[in-house]
């Protein structure tokens, strides 16, 4: 259905909740494709200036648009890096766990995955990106429809596994008594990272694995952690590094591996990138 026909419908859809629901979630889209358009906008004013070696006056010339109007284009549109997450909306994922309370299975979330979700939220709130939370079962397969951030390991449900196995350069292994590694191959090889915090005597570190999926429709955006404080601890980084990490993989999918160090509330104290990025 195109953008014109979806548009009808809901204008002669005869049930007003439904018609009403529809319009909601259209407008979010609409606002999420202009948000983007004002981002290409600026991009595109940049790469005249930087490209064609053309004055911003003569730029605003050819589009039509005093100086003015240009300068605030490139101080008020939303930053580049913005791509990295797609277009918008995006659906923002953490595992749904179960236990035993009074001898009975309860679902929980995890508190630190709880955090990463939040502070997720922040910065696609920064980037004008509108988000949604999502509980991913443990019997998850597939990501939900649309542009998403996973936050999920391969222990906690087979969609990060599914993932996992479009990277040609890192993965996931899980030796030695049942520890789990991230573990390089080829332009990589040889390089393996386990969780600090996991070893025998532990210290306040962990290891955590990004990928950025690019597909015609999606960007696909997977973090996971040894623990869920190295998922923290990827989303710390990216929040300091995203423009360094967009530029020149901007159609490029590409992935990494961060270390980070954290407090006895396992708030995030530092992080730093330890294998990659790789372009893939």
Request: negative net charge; charged residues 25%; aromatic residues 8%.
């Amino acid at each position: 259905m195109t953008e014109r026909d979806e548009f009808d419908a809901v204008r002669s859809d005869p049930d007003p909740l439904r018609r009403g629901r529809r319009a909601a979630e259209l407008i979010t889209v609409y606002q999420q494709r202009a948000a983007e358009l004002a981002r290409l906008r600026r991009a595109a004013i940049d790469e005249a200036h930087h490209t064609l070696g053309l004055n911003y006056t003569d730029i605003a010339a050819q589009l039509g648009i005093t100086k003015g109007r240009v300068t605030q284009i490139r101080n008020t549109a939303p930053p580049q890096e913005r791509a990295f997450f797609g277009v918008g909306p995006v659906s923002i994922g953490i595992p749904r766990r179960y236990g035993m309370e009074e001898g009975r299975e309860r679902p929980f979330f995890d508190a630190v995955d709880m955090v990463s979700q939040t502070t997720v939220e922040g910065i696609l709130n920064r980037l004008s990106i509108a988000s949604s939370r999502q509980a991913i079962e443990p019997t998850a397969e597939t990501v939900p429809e649309g542009d998403s951030v996973v936050i999920c390991g391969p222990k906690s449900a087979p969609v990060a596994r599914t993932l996992l196995a479009d990277d040609p350069v890192l993965s996931f292994v899980q030796v030695g008594g049942g520890r789990w590694w991230i573990k390089g191959e080829e332009a990589a090889a040889g390089a393996w990272f386990d969780s600090p915090y996991r070893r025998a005597d532990p210290i306040r570190s962990d290891v955590g694995y990004f990928a950025r999926h690019v597909s015609p429709s999606r960007v696909i955006v997977h973090v996971a952690g040894i623990t869920s404080v190295g998922s923290l601890g990827v989303i710390h980084w990216l929040d300091q590094n995203l423009p360094m990490l967009f530029m020149g993989n901007e159609n490029n999918s590409v992935s990494g591996v961060v270390q980070c160090e954290f407090d006895d509330q396992f708030a995030v104290e530092s992080s730093r990138l330890v294998a990659g990025p790789y372009a893939w």
